[in-house]
C-alpha cells in the first residue's frame, strides 16, 4: 500500500486526510493518506523515507514550506519562483522534487473570478510574509496584478521577502487601519483566524465598498475576518476553494489522475468544518 502524507506543526486541523482518502477510494488507488506532525529536526528523515520507498509523497503546510528546500534535489515550476514547497515526490530519475501547487490553487479557487471582473489596476494588500505569501505574489502576477503590498506582524521578514520580490511594497503592521482604503483586494496568508490559534487583535473600517476579501485560511470556514466583512456587504472567499485545488493538483503529481472535485466531497469538508 502507498502512503501519502501532510507534515506541518500544527497540522490537527487539517482536512487533507479526509480529501485525499476521499479521491483514493473513489479512484481504487490502494493507498492511504495521513497526519504527519513532524518537529523540524525530523523533515530530512521523513523525505529521507521517500528516497527510500517507505512514502510515496508528501504534502507541505506551515511552517515548513521554505524549510524542506534544502533536502529535495531540485525544485520545479512555481516553486522556483516562490522559493516555497508544499508538494514533494520521487521522480523518474529517482530524485527528490519539491513543486508548488498553491499558486493552482490560488488562481483556480478565486483569481479566475476576479479578473473575469476586469481588474485592470487594482492594488492588493497581502497580510503575512510567510509560508503562503510567495504564492500569493506569484499568483497575482499571473492573473496581472502587479500593484501589491506586503505587512507582516514581523517587519523583517517583510523585507525578507522583498529581496525576492523586489517589485512589492511594505507597510507596517501597525499602519494597516490607517491605509486599508487604498486596497481594491486583501488575501490574509497568515495564520491568525485558524482554529485554535491567535485571532486578529482588531477589525478593518474605512475600507471600500468595492473591497474583495479573500482568506487562505479554510478552517473554520468562515473566519472572524470574513464574517466582519460580510457583515459589512463586502466580496469574501474562504480558504476551501484554494485548498481543494491545491489538493486536486498535488493527487495529480502522484497519481497521474486529475480528481474531479464533486458535490460529495464539497458536502463532506463543509460538513466536517461546521
Do not use: C
Request: overall charge positive; aromatic content about 10%; proline content about 3%.
Amino acid at each position: 500500500m502507498k502512503k501519502y502524507g501532510i507534515i506541518g506543526k500544527p497540522i490537527k486541523h487539517s482536512l487533507s486526510p479526509l480529501l485525499h482518502n476521499y479521491w483514493l477510494k473513489k479512484y481504487k488507488v490502494v493507498a492511504e493518506y495521513s497526519l504527519l506532525e513532524i518537529e523540524e529536526n525530523k523533515i530530512k528523515n521523513t523525505l529521507d523515507k521517500i528516497r527510500s520507498g517507505l512514502i510515496s509523497g508528501i504534502n507541505v503546510t506551515l511552517p515548513y514550506k521554505q524549510k524542506v528546500i534544502p533536502f529535495v534535489d531540485k525544485i520545479i515550476n512555481d516553486a522556483k519562483k516562490t522559493k516555497s514547497v508544499n508538494t514533494i515526490y520521487l521522480n523518474n530519475n529517482k530524485e527528490l522534487v519539491g513543486d508548488n501547487t498553491d499558486v493552482f490553487g490560488l488562481q483556480a479557487g478565486y483569481l479566475k473570478e476576479i479578473i473575469d471582473s476586469q481588474i485592470n489596476n487594482k492594488k492588493a494588500l497581502i497580510l503575512g510574509a510567510g509560508g503562503v505569501s510567495p504564492s500569493v505574489i506569484v499568483a497575482l502576477n499571473k492573473s496581472n496584478v502587479n500593484n501589491i503590498t506586503i505587512s507582516n506582524r514581523t517587519f523583517d521578514k517583510a523585507i525578507f521577502l522583498k529581496k525576492n520580490f523586489n517589485n512589492i511594497s511594505i507597510i507596517k503592521w501597525e499602519d494597516l487601519k490607517s491605509n486599508i482604503n487604498n486596497f481594491d483586494i486583501i488575501i490574509n496568508a497568515t495564520s491568525l483566524g485558524l482554529k485554535n490559534q491567535k485571532d486578529f487583535d482588531f477589525l478593518f473600517n474605512n475600507f471600500k465598498d468595492s473591497l474583495i476579501y479573500i482568506d487562505t485560511i479554510y478552517n473554520p470556514i468562515e473566519t472572524k475576518m470574513i464574517k466582519h466583512f460580510k457583515s459589512n456587504n463586502i466580496k469574501t472567499f474562504g480558504g476551501l476553494d484554494m485548498f481543494i485545488y491545491q489538493a486536486q493538483k498535488s493527487f495529480y503529481l502522484w497519481n497521474k489522475i486529475n480528481p474531479e472535485i464533486d458535490n460529495h466531497i464539497i458536502e463532506i469538508l463543509r460538513n466536517e468544518l461546521k
